[in-house]
């Protein structure tokens, strides 16, 4: 028995979708011609990226013109000339920029480039909200991080690692980033002198000497083919950073190996400056670093109490990978050079008020940190 046709299936259903599609063809390229819809279609894309948001606004400058007050009197202050040729990584601190000023100050200026491989520390506090993060690398997803003067974008060097990086070595998780401070702290500064720049944030989580050197080889092999492949030179086009902070000392910390008062805050200095001479600059081998983690960790890798250096892992990591990178692109070695060491109750708080940056922990004698602005050159 015939059925009726309904009007709606006047038009048989193949027909009816190429008209459609050719409707929805014409309509594009009518579209694509207007310059307002090019404009509304990359305001959208802008609004759907993810920014990173800050996690301290008050010790750090997010404002350029905050910026501009704290490098000009940095610069008006600042009587030494620090040697930039041939510099392609660094240790930076991170700490309140009104207590750590004259250490960020001489070692930014000096840098120069295209991108920037950022190893973080991962503090207590991503630990107590986020577990299982032991032994392994934290990598985001964020499209975009805060900047000083704009959103800083991230490096294809990310997607990149996590392409090729065995997946054992690391986990993606935003979150963990987000609750942590020790790369955002060097974005100001980074962004001030270099605007074009972007980044590759690692965090490094606890991990005794064997894991780190087991995944510091792999992720060494990654970053240096990168760096073939898209004709990157270290210090030129790419730069390493390690993002550490010295040793929390005072009552405050539970941290009186050295007793109380001006006498321990002496003696802590002069274990600090050992540590530093002694490991940490002048020609930097993997043996060195070894010896450097004995220090800082004693026999117990994951208790926090053998060392109160937050970059205990960053600062480890952070060298054992770039010693290998320089190796590999390079042939040559890393030479570690002192910039600026000093510590919280010494500088105390830069005369600068009311420019929109202020200190987020006291600085006194039972309650200090150290630091140490630390350049890397090619020997």
């Known amino acids: 028995m015939s059925q009726k046709k309904n009007k709606k299936d006047s038009l048989s259903w193949p027909s009816g979708k190429i008209f459609f599609f050719l409707l929805v063809a ?25 920014i990173r948001p800050v996690r301290d606004d008050v010790g750090f400058g997010w404002k350029a013109d905050s ?11 600042e009587q030494e000339i620090f040697q930039s040729d041939k510099l392609v990584a660094a240790i930076s601190p991170h700490d309140d920029y009104l207590l750590a000023g004259r250490l960020y100050y001489p070692l930014f200026k000096s840098i120069r ?26 990598l985001d997803d964020y499209d975009l991080w805060p900047g000083v003067l704009k959103p800083i974008h991230v490096s294809p060097l990310r997607e990149h ?12 998780n935003s979150h963990a980033h987000q609750l942590e ?23 490094v989580a606890p991990m005794p000497l064997d894991r780190m050197k087991e995944i510091t080889i792999e992720l060494a092999r990654v970053i240096a083919n990168y760096m073939k492949e898209k004709k990157l030179v270290a210090g030129r086009d ?15 910390f539970n941290n009186l190996a050295f007793g109380e008062g001006q006498a321990a805050w002496e003696k802590a200095r002069v274990f600090d400056e050992k540590l ?33 250096w937050c970059g205990k892992y960053s600062i480890p990591f952070g060298l054992l990978t770039t010693e290998k990178i320089i190796e590999e692109t390079t042939g040559r070695k890393l030479k570690g050079e002192l910039i600026r060491y ?30 140490a602005a630390i350049g890397y050159y090619l020997e």
């Open 26 to 50: 014409l309509a594009v390229v009518g579209l694509a011609e207007s310059p307002t819809w090019l404009k509304a279609l990359e305001t959208e894309q802008k609004a759907t990226c993810q």
């Open 67 to 77: 910026m501009k007050i704290l490098v000009d009197y940095l610069a008006a202050t």
């Open 113 to 138: 480039t295209k991108e920037v491989v950022i190893f973080g520390v991962t503090h207590g506090t991503v630990h107590q909200e986020v577990k299982g993060l032991d032994s392994v690398l934290i």
């Open 161 to 172: 690692i996590k392409k090729n990086l065995k997946p054992a070595y690391f986990v993606v």
């Open 181 to 203: 401070h020790s790369i955002e702290a060097l974005l100001p500064f980074l962004q001030y002198f270099n605007p074009e720049v972007k980044i590759t944030p690692i965090m």
């Open 238 to 252: 790419i730069f390493f950073l390690i993002s550490a902070d010295g040793n929390h000392y005072g009552k405050d």
């Open 276 to 308: 530093i001479d002694s490991y940490m600059t002048g020609i930097i081998d993997e043996q060195k670093i070894a010896d450097l983690t004995g220090e800082f960790w004693g026999k117990t890798y994951l208790d926090y109490k053998n060392s109160y």
């Open 342 to 371: 000093s510590d919280s109750y010494s500088e105390g708080a830069l005369p600068l008020r009311k420019i929109g940056l202020g200190t987020t922990a006291p600085f006194s004698l039972r309650h200090w940190v150290s630091y």
